[in-house]
């Protein structure tokens, strides 16, 4: 039983320092081929037969397809992920817009609701809550804003109050 043992001083630090450099290669290797094969899948200017082919070449001789895709298509590629990307964020930007839009605007009962401790404060006059009032029911817009010191809409009927 002559089993050699080698301990951690055994290993020359150049080896250590080849091992993790051919580590590393190893797993830039596999995301580039992974980013190559979702670029193919991407790609809406590649047909269906474009798209197999390129796969094939990659899959089946993967040093030399990924080299060869890289030279042939290579260009496009950020172009193509920066798309996607903006296409991504456009959708969740809307998605959000969408969202906050329908719980932002008020509704007509918080509007009422919102009149009425106007009229309350005695910032707006019973006319022009009745005024104020049918607009907000027949969906003409919002109202004047709490606290804003008074009606801007005020009557000859109204000032003489």
Known sequence: ??????LAYDFPL???????LWFFLW??????LFRIVLDIFRDDGLGGWAKAGWLVFVVVLPFLGVFVYVIARGRNM????????RAQQEAFDSYIRETAGSKGAPSSVD?????S???ARGDI???EFRRAKELVLAGHGPTERPGA??????SPSTSGH
């Open 1 to 6: 039983m002559s089993a050699q043992t080698y």
């Open 14 to 20: 150049l080896g250590a320092f080849w091992a993790i």
């Open 27 to 32: 797993i830039l290797w596999f995301v580039l």
């Open 78 to 85: 950020g172009r193509r992920e920066m798309a996607q990307a």
């Open 111 to 115: 509007e009422l609701t919102r009149l």
């Open 117 to 119: 401790e106007i009229r």
């Open 125 to 127: 006059t019973d006319e």
């Open 149 to 154: 010191g008074g009606s801007t809409s005020t």
